[in-house]
């Protein structure tokens, strides 16, 4: 049994081995037929000297021909030379990570040396971290990397990238079966033609970007321009070859990793997906409104397992996922978790939010114990003091400031909804007195909403619904006519207007903040060169291009901004004036807890005032939440 095992095993890395190892020759082929080009005129002009010599060729035009040949030879030499410099110097790009020392990590080095030895591979290099639920094998050989990644070794070992998730929600069995397949892509690389395939398709793919570096003057961007056109063709030439090699190296190295806990790597490989949907989660919803106020959770990797535990008790299909919390997490491998998470969690904001590289006043870290009076509170009242702030632009009065206003000076949520608010149609004109009467303009129903009288107001509301259905059944046809001619029209021109002054004001923030972040960078950086330049535990290696690289989510529109905004308006009165707290929900992020449970069905309401002017879902809500909109709020 197990011999016939191993010789499936032995023949089917035998298979990707042989497979890889012929792709690079094709890669290396195209390189091969380059630098044939680059010397045929060199070539051809040898030949015509040497008939020359030997009197074969001799005679005015042959020495003409010797003439141009020669320089075209020179001159094709030369260029030949300017993109081969180009592409050897040409600095690859390098994944950002948190780089260990093995004293940050033995036992982590430990490991992973034990498994490539009963693997037969040569271990890696050096380990580093990733804020991702990924890991991969990485050449850092290039001298560009040998000076910012001052952990790798110098015997050309690929470098073993770890996404960190991984270290904090697997256990260490399954974080060696994991790791088994890429650790086993080690004996490939080693191969000195694969090795040169990669080195030669990585200069490519970095000489192609050389252009784009800031700071060339024209001549030498348009000299950049050419050498870039060049290695484009040739990375056209070879793609394909390229990628084949890649998957051999892949198949020999999971064939390979068979023989080594390959039962708890079907488990394990569904605690990866587990962990991806869990990681995406938290980074989009927890992490990111943090990172927007300038808050940056120190302990992401300790969140994503919260996270995941809440979706175990959530959803049956996780269900039993928890129960190997009792295991010994793969974490425990690391000298100092808290200090690598902290790391980490300050290159994830980097990467997906392009915050600063290190803290400032601007850009601190947060517990997960203070997130909801540090990150969630705190953005609901700026957020709140934004809104009014555009409202005071836009000239919209404020509830206290007429005579006969009984309602109280400063920022109330009655001035949003009564700005936000429409004018409803006048086909439905005795259903919307009926709801008048009982929203607010009479004192009866508003005597009788209390907050256990919910079933009766939604009552009446589904009264109202069926009288508005009869009319509109009644006119569909004029209803149709009208909708046409006015299909252009906005809905809410009051909320168009607030969210582009909304818009305005979080753009020239934004511009500010980017100002102070820059000018923190560039005294870092200045400080950094003035160190004395020891080396630390682990090493946070810096992104390649502009920040943020992977931005989580697109920009905001007008209108999304203005639902955030009037939701955080309505989160601050219900703290500030009804038995509410701002909390945190480890898969939706910043909540409103209203008797200790998350208020989930406050957005629907927000919606239908600032898409349709309909005020009527949310004072529903307010009352039966015992909101005071007419209370002035606490801002920041």
């Known amino acids: 049994m197990n011999g016939v095992s191993g010789t499936g095993s032995v023949v089917g890395e035998e298979w990707g081995a042989r497979a890889a190892r012929s792709r690079a020759l094709a890669v290396l082929r195209v390189r091969g037929r380059a630098l044939g080009l680059a010397v045929l005129p060199a070539a051809v002009a040898v030949v015509l000297y040497a008939g020359g010599v030997t009197g074969h060729f001799t005679g005015a035009g042959w020495d003409t021909a010797r003439w141009v040949v020669t320089v075209l030879a020179v001159l094709v030499l030369l260029a030949s030379a300017a993109v081969a410099l180009v592409i050897a110097r040409a600095r690859p790009a390098a994944t950002p990570t948190v780089e260990l020392a093995e004293t940050a990590a033995p036992d982590l080095y430990r490991l992973v040396r034990d498994l490539a030895d009963r693997l037969g591979v040569p271990a890696p290099a050096a380990i580093a971290l990733t804020p ?10 290039h001298r560009a990397h040998r000076h910012l990644h001052r952990t790798s070794g110098g015997d050309g070992a690929p470098v073993l990238v770890i996404g960190s998730p991984f270290l904090w929600w697997m256990r260490v069995g399954e974080l060696r079966a994991v790791l088994a397949p890429v650790v086993a892509g080690t004996g490939p690389a080693a191969h000195p033609d694969i090795a040169a395939a990669r080195r030669f398709v990585r200069g490519l793919d970095a000489a192609v970007a050389v252009p784009r570096t800031p700071g060339l003057d024209p001549v030498r961007r348009l000299g950049a321009q050419g050498v870039g056109q060049v290695a484009r063709v040739l990375l ?32 394990a490989q569904e605690q990866v997906g587990l962990a991806y949907a869990g990681w995406d989660r938290l980074l989009t919803r ?31 299909l996780a269900d039993g996922f928890s129960s190997r919390l009792g295991e010994r997490p793969a974490c425990d491998l690391l000298e100092e978790p808290g200090a690598v998470d902290e790391a980490t969690s300050l290159l994830a904001a980097r990467l997906f939010h392009g915050g ?22 705190r953005k609901w009242r700026t957020d709140a003091a934004r809104l009014h702030q555009a409202l005071d632009g836009l000239g919209v009065p404020g509830t206290g400031d007429s005579p006969s206003s009984d309602d109280a000076p400063g920022p109330t949520l009655t001035r949003v909804m009564a700005h936000l608010t429409t004018a409803r149609p006048e086909a439905g004109a005795g259903v919307g007195a009926s709801t008048g009467a009982e929203s607010g303009t009479g004192t009866e129903t508003g005597g009788e909403a209390r907050p256990g009288d919910e079933h009766g107001i939604d009552a009446d509301l589904d009264a109202g619904r069926d009288e508005h259905a009869d009319l509109d059944e009644h006119d569909d046809l004029t209803d149709l006519n009208e909708h046409d001619e006015h299909d252009d029209d906005p809905v809410n021109p009051a909320a168009d207007a607030l969210a582009g002054a909304l818009s305005a004001l979080v753009a020239r923030e934004e511009a500010a903040r980017e100002a102070r972040v820059a000018a923190a960078a560039e005294e870092a950086a200045r400080t950094e060169e003035k160190g004395s330049g020891t080396t630390a535990p682990y090493v946070v290696s810096g992104p390649d291009g502009p920040l943020p690289l992977f931005p989580l989510q697109p920009p905001r529109t007008g209108r999304d901004l203005l639902a955030d905004h009037v939701t955080a308006m309505v989160c601050c009165a219900a703290v500030d004036t009804a038995e509410a707290a701002p909390g945190l929900d480890w898969l939706d992020g910043p909540a409103l807890l209203v008797g200790g449970e998350r208020a989930a069905d406050l957005g629907p309401r927000v919606l239908a005032l600032v898409e349709d002017g309909d005020p009527e879902p949310l004072r529903v809500w307010l009352r039966r939440t015992g909101v005071r909109p007419e209370k002035p709020v606490r801002l920041v």
């Open 132 to 141: 991702d639920c990924d890991s991969w094998l990485e050449d850092r050989t």
């Open 236 to 267: 056209r030439a070879c793609r394909g070859h390229a990628a084949e090699m890649e998957r051999g190296v892949a198949a020999a190295g999971s064939e390979r990793a068979q023989a080594v806990d390959y039962g708890v790597r079907i488990v």
């Open 286 to 316: 927890v992490a990111l409104p943090a990172w927007r106020m300038g808050r940056w959770p120190a302990k992401l990797d300790a969140g994503v397992v919260s996270a995941l535990t809440e979706l175990s008790r959530r959803d049956r």
């Open 356 to 377: 600063p590289a290190a803290p400032g006043p601007d850009w601190a870290p947060v517990e997960w114990s203070q997130y909801p009076e540090e990150v969630v509170d």
